[in-house]
């Protein structure tokens, strides 16, 4: 079992023995965040990882946790969308709103899904940069967490290795295409995600062994292993991972 592996670019480890055990750690882990935010800030400004592995992060924040966070003063936002309606079963959106959104008391007026009606995807990553600024009052708005999955090919959000997304310095957000379906989507990129006080990458399960081993055993490499591109100004990144994932 490799065990001497580190993240890339000073980021942190929390590892545990099992999934069973990582979710509710992490649960915990972001109420506390939310609370000390909404003490400081008077908000917690959250976007959400989409796919499968939040799942049970999602409905344990909605049942255990739901009383552990001041929701009324939460804002949701989406680390990456699928270009589907949200009505969609692959959508981001719809995920979270059924296995969290519609548990807790987040008002409509802070639940900010990425746009996925105009016809052209560019036109919708631009508003979602807009729609950013305005629920922040920030020019580059600064999140308080920003929740992360890992594919098993090692990109995270929509940054897909081999994307010119992951290169982007200016834009916050940009239309991506990924190698499956849905190919096109729309994603926080690099400016954006590295303004965030945190980043928590949540990655579990053997399938996803190879992906965080090459990440972490890898030299600098953005284009292959996007996480790579990822260096907080100020904040700090985690790695929540179940050992499973270093058995390779
Ligand atoms: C998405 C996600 C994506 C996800 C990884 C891992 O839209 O699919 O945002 O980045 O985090 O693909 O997906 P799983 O959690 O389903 O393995």
Known sequence: MNTSLTPPNGGKVRRFATEQELHPALAGQIAKLANEAIAARGAFHFALAGGGSPRPLYKLLASEYREAIPWEKVHVYWGDE????????????????????????????????????????????????????????????????????????????SLFPGSEAINEKTRLVVAAEGPFEPKQRITLTAPLINKARAVYILAFGESKAEAVTNTFKSEHNPLQYPTHALQLEDGEIIWWLDDAVFKI
């Open 82 to 157: 699928r270009y589907v309606p949200h009505d969609h079963p692959d959508s981001n959106c719809r995920m979270a709103r059924e296995t969290l959104l519609n548990h807790v008391p987040v008002p409509e007026s802070q639940i900010y899904p990425m746009p996925t009606d105009p016809a052209d995807p560019n036109e919708a990553a631009e508003q979602y940069e807009q729609t950013l600024k305005k629920a922040t009052g920030e020019e580059t708005p600064r999140l308080d967490l920003i929740l992360l999955g890992l594919g098993g090919d090692a990109h995270t959000a």
